[in-house]
């Protein structure tokens, strides 16, 4: 079993930035970020793995940088430009296993997530 702490959610303006953390309790192949929203689906926003293979939500390109290290087990989100709709809950997620890229944002594939953290951006 594998434990997930998010961390560095928190509330900015627009164009702002934020950075979240994700510690891990043990091994993980790959990790990722989702987000809810009140009222929508959980969807992926970024997944990265340990082979360095990345993938993102293309409404997060060129503003969300995923990262990961592995000597201390942490994920990385680090977040610029935000806009009032990337309001949401984020959630840190895991899995032991490896797969295809095209199944990286796919919330069903991940064994294990953190409690989330709460990001908001005003306008």
């Known amino acids: 079993q594998v434990q997930l702490v998010e961390s560095g959610g928190g509330s900015v303006q627009a164009g702002g930035s934020l950075r979240l953390s994700c510690a891990a309790s043990?091994?993980?192949?790959?990790m990722a970020w989702f987000r809810q929203a009140p009222g929508k689906q959980r969807e992926g926003v970024a997944a990265?793995?340990?082979?360095?293979?990345?993938r993102y939500e293309d409404s997060v390109k060129d503003r969300f940088t995923i990262s990961r290290d592995d000597a201390k087990n942490t994920l990385i989100l680090q977040m610029t430009s935000l806009k009032p709709e990337d309001t949401a809950m984020y959630y840190c997620?895991?899995?032991?296993?490896?797969?295809?890229?095209?199944?990286?944002?796919?919330?069903?594939?991940?064994?294990?997530w953190g409690q989330g953290t709460q990001v908001t951006v005003s306008s």
């Open positions: 990265i793995g340990r082979d360095g293979t990345i």
């Open positions: 043990g091994y993980t192949y790959i």
């Open positions: 997620a895991a899995s032991p296993l490896g797969g295809t890229t095209a199944a990286m944002l796919v919330p069903g594939r991940f064994s294990y």
